[in-house]
């Protein structure tokens, strides 16, 4: 198995800096979320799931987009990013006014 390079830290801040501009612009899925999240730790799916109290399982099928992970699950995910689940509008090239529903 080849060896994985952790990302430095100058690399994790420019990481970082990306993903936070990603979430606030709403272009990011829960997997890519997850999966820019364990990559930003330099750790391996097993190693990430363990430091945040997850299985690898989960960690696994969410960022292949397959699993159906629980809140709780996210939120401890997202938690070390200072995140957590809530609910998110939908982002429409021609927003709706309130009052035209």
Same mark, same amino acid.
């Not at 800096?17 to 799916?45: H, N, P």
């Not at 399982?57 to 629980?70: H, L």
């Not at 070390?80 to 927003?95: D, E, Q, S, W, Y």
């Given at each position: 198995? !080849?060896r994985r390079?952790r !990302?430095? *830290?100058?690399?994790? @801040?420019?990481?970082?800096?990306?993903?936070y501009?990603r979430?606030? *612009?709403?272009?990011m899925?829960?997997?890519?979320?997850?999966?820019a999240? +364990?990559?930003?730790?330099?750790l391996?799916?097993?190693?990430f799931a363990a430091? $945040?109290?997850?299985s690898r +399982?989960v960690?696994q099928d969410?960022? *292949?987009?397959?699993? @159906?992970p629980?809140v709780d699950? %996210?939120?401890?995910?997202? $938690? %070390?990013?200072g995140l *957590?689940?809530g609910?998110v !509008?939908i982002r $429409?090239k @021609?927003p709706?006014s309130p009052?035209?529903?």
């Amino acid at each position: 198995m !080849p060896r994985r390079n952790r !990302p430095t *830290r100058d690399e994790q @801040n420019a990481l970082r800096l990306a993903f936070y501009e990603r979430i606030d *612009r709403g272009d990011m899925t829960i997997s890519e979320a997850v999966k820019a999240m +364990r990559e930003m730790t330099g750790l391996t799916q097993a190693e990430f799931a363990a430091h $945040r109290g997850v299985s690898r +399982r989960v960690v696994q099928d969410t960022e *292949r987009g397959t699993g @159906n992970p629980t809140v709780d699950s %996210l939120d401890s995910i997202a $938690r %070390l990013f200072g995140l *957590r689940v809530g609910f998110v !509008p939908i982002r $429409r090239k @021609n927003p709706v006014s309130p009052s035209s529903s």
